[in-house]
């Protein structure tokens, strides 16, 4: 079946450390991003990607990096310089970012992945 | 740049009645609406979307939901809700900028829906 593989589910890092949480989807998609989500604060993007080798920062970028080398795959980088990483980050892709009246709009978000901050 | 504002942060049902989860928008252009459902502990799955066309708009699960452009609303509803629909849902709103290109989706921050026996 086709879909979107966050890993791992659950995360734990304690301060000071980097953590990669890894996305790959087989839909095909060339756009993929990532989101945030906190209690009561909804999803906020961080990163996102409209094809290989090229990002663009989202709302709240810093203290994260990604990459876009081939098309199945958009890891998140958590760096130490992200203040308050724990939270649940969700990573989503779409057929393309364009305009058209297909489903280009629509997003397909895998199943999560929740960084903890010991 | 375009708002989500889900003025409900939490929603109390009885099963079987019916549901309304408000959502309005602020936007100077035109959107593209979306409501998203997320069950515990998972990812989000559309449950409709409006890109053009009729204003009413049906989903998954029972689901509907009006687009309103003179009041900025894109309102859901359902008319006899279940314990499975227990979850939240999220409105969210792409802007489509004249270019032709489209930026990320903008989410409100959910409304809970729970459900009572």
């Known amino acids: 079946d086709g879909g979107i593989t966050q890993s791992p589910k659950y995360l734990f890092r304690k301060e000071g450390q980097n953590v990669t949480l890894s996305c790959e989807q087989n839909l095909n998609h060339d756009a993929m991003y990532w989101y945030r989500q906190d209690p009561g604060q909804g999803l906020r993007l961080i990163y996102y990607s409209q094809i290989v080798n090229d990002f663009q920062k989202g709302d709240i970028a810093e203290g994260y990096s990604v990459s876009r080398e081939k098309k199945e795959s958009f890891p998140l980088t958590v760096t130490s310089a992200q203040k308050n990483p724990t939270a649940f980050y969700l990573c989503?892709?779409?057929?393309?970012?364009?305009?058209?009246?297909?489903?280009?709009?629509?997003?397909?978000f895998g199943a999560g992945s929740r960084l903890t901050v010991l | 740049a375009q708002s989500v504002t889900q003025l409900d942060s939490q929603v109390p049902v009885f099963e079987e009645a019916p549901v309304e989860l408000r959502c309005n928008y602020s936007s100077s252009v035109s959107v593209y609406l979306f409501w998203y459902v997320q069950y515990p502990n998972q990812g989000l799955q559309l449950l409709l979307k409006y890109l053009s066309g009729s204003t009413l708009v049906k989903g998954i699960n029972g689901f509907e939901a009006e687009f309103n452009k003179s009041q900025t609303s894109f309102h859901l509803r359902k008319p006899s809700v279940h314990i499975s629909d227990t979850a939240e849902y999220f409105c969210a709103v792409r802007v489509m900028y004249s270019g032709g290109g489209a930026d990320g989706l903008t989410f409100g921050k959910g409304t809970h829906l729970i459900i009572q026996p």
């Open positions: 989503a892709s779409s057929i393309g970012s364009g305009g058209s009246l297909s489903g280009a709009n629509v997003l397909t």
